[in-house]
């Protein structure tokens, strides 16, 4: 679920400490820019969707640690991977997405077609890895 300045934003990763887009840039060569619809449009150019797990819930705060749990909405994540047949990977942003997916989206997905990656979180919550670790970590789904 987006953080608060995310969602104050309407931006995917919006807070500024967020490492999503600097690593996006990194790993796919593209130059970040300060314009939010110019790294999105950069995005899509590698075919890249973003999506979130949960379309709604409640949480106090930014925290996913904080989502009350039994009010998630999920996003209709298999009917998209049923649509699409070039989605051939999904990477999981954090654990509390990891551990939704799990709960809610792989029982009804296709097996065999999709590669799911758990990846470790962007978030400037996640202090504890360098920047070049997640890098490292998340190197896997773009390849």
Request: proline share 6%.
């Given at each position: ?40 449009e ?51 942003n ?50």
């Open positions: 679920m987006p953080s608060v300045a995310s969602l104050e934003k309407q931006q995917y990763y919006g807070h500024p400490r967020n490492a999503f887009w600097p690593l996006l840039a990194r790993l796919l060569d593209f130059d970040i820019s300060k314009h939010y619809t110019v790294n999105v950069q995005a899509k150019a590698h075919d890249i969707a973003i999506w979130d797990v949960i379309s709604e819930c409640e949480r106090p705060g930014s925290l996913d640690s904080a989502i009350v749990r039994g009010s998630e909405r999920i996003n209709q994540i298999p009917e998209l991977v049923a649509k699409h047949h070039g989605l051939i990977r999904i990477g999981l954090g654990g509390m997405a990891v551990k939704l997916f799990k709960r809610h989206c792989l029982p009804n997905l296709e097996t065999g077609r999709v590669t799911v990656f758990a990846l470790p979180s962007t978030s400037p919550a996640n202090a504890g890895m360098t920047f070049e670790a997640r890098c490292e970590a998340w190197r896997p789904l773009f390849v």
